[in-house]
């Protein structure tokens, strides 16, 4: 007989990791300034995070240029200290139809 019972509670007493998240960090913007504008990504110019955001700003970059980003966010560090959010992207410019990235 049970007074109270405990949700992800095992018989032994010990519980399982109840930190539930989803998938809310898909909507955490790697780019600083369009993350500060309300992730208006279309409203920023064409960069290596633009993979992420805004991919169409790629085709205005000037040509034969290439660029690297690098983004990590602790997430929900008080929770958890192992949990964390990084992100690398880059792009290179070839001619004037084609550009490569990579997320």
Do not use: C
Not at 50 to 55: E, M
Not at 56 to 65: D, E, G, H, R, Y
């Amino acid at each position: 007989m049970s007074a109270q019972s405990l949700n992800n509670t095992q018989l032994d007493g010990s519980r399982q990791n109840s930190l539930q998240t989803a998938v809310p960090f898909l909507r955490i913007t790697p780019h600083s300034r369009s993350g500060g504008m309300g992730n208006a990504g279309v409203a920023v110019e064409g960069d290596a995070n633009a993979s992420a955001i805004n991919v169409a700003s790629l085709a205005f970059l000037p040509f034969n240029t290439g660029g690297v980003a690098v983004s990590y966010s602790p997430w929900l560090k008080e929770l958890a200290s192992d949990m964390s959010l990084s992100y690398l992207s880059g792009y290179y410019r070839l001619d004037e139809r084609n550009t490569i990235t990579v997320v």
